[in-house]
């Protein structure tokens, strides 16, 4: 089943402790993308990937790292998580670029940092 | 850049009745993909229509049509039917076409609530 994964679904954490939260595909997609979602706010991009070891900032990247060490996986990193860092986060996949090519999200995480 | 603006944040309708969704977009460019992606109580995103901008036909899908007014980059979602697993949140988004293009911008949403 072509599918994108995120672990974990669910997280608490407090300040500053540095977490990560996985995004995989199994649809050898190039293109992958994080989203956060808060209410009023709809979704706004963190970073985005174009292919391996490519990777550019979305509309909203301060606080958070990525890495696309392969093309399957594309990790988001909070290294020094804070309480604004709070929300619903996505990631995202398709192939190519455009509008032509299905966007698939993944089921989201949600985090709360303390 | 891009913007999308949805100007009903919240918006309920009977069961069986028409409701439609507004979105505006703004951009200077003539090729590009609109969506609307509605998210239920589970949170998963689903694509429900997409409408390239060169077509002038309006999608349709099953109780899901839109109205795409390019001069006015409007682009409305119409549910017909309404039924109450359409109850959810819908958001509006744009993308540009083409080589290099890699940003897909959303509106900030409108819930949908259908009323039994």
């Known amino acids: 089943e072509a599918q994108v994964t995120q672990n974990p679904r669910y997280l608490i954490t407090v300040t500053g402790k540095k977490l990560t939260v996985t995004c995989s595909q199994n649809?050898?997609?190039?293109?992958m993308s994080w989203y956060r979602q808060d209410p009023g706010l709809g979704l706004r991009q963190i970073y985005y990937s174009m292919n391996v070891e490519v990777t550019d900032k979305g509309d909203v990247p301060e606080g958070y790292k990525v890495s696309r060490k392969e093309k399957r996986n594309f990790p988001l990193i909070l290294e020094s998580p804070s309480p604004n860092q709070t929300s619903l986060y996505f990631c995202?996949?398709?192939?190519?670029?455009?509008?032509?090519?299905?966007?698939?999200f993944g089921p989201g995480t949600r985090l709360l940092v303390l | 850049a891009q913007t999308v603006t949805q100007s009903q944040p919240e918006m309920s309708v009977q069961e069986a009745e028409t409701v439609t969704l507004s979105c505006t977009y703004d951009t200077s460019e003539s090729n590009y993909y609109l969506f609307w992606y509605k998210q239920p109580p589970s949170r998963q995103m689903i694509l429900v229509i997409r409408q390239e901008a060169y077509k002038q036909q309006n999608a349709t899908e099953n109780r899901f049509s839109v109205n795409f007014q390019k001069a006015a980059k409007s682009f409305s979602l119409k549910i017909s039917d309404s039924q109450l697993g359409d109850t959810a949140m819908y958001f509006c988004?744009?993308?540009?076409?083409?080589?290099?293009?890699?940003?897909?911008?959303f509106g900030k949403g409108t819930k949908l609530s259908v009323i039994p």
């Open positions: 649809m050898n997609h190039e293109y």
């Open positions: 988004a744009f993308i540009l076409s083409g080589a290099g293009s890699y940003q897909l911008t």
């Open positions: 995202a996949s398709r192939n190519g670029q455009g509008g032509l090519e299905t966007q698939y």
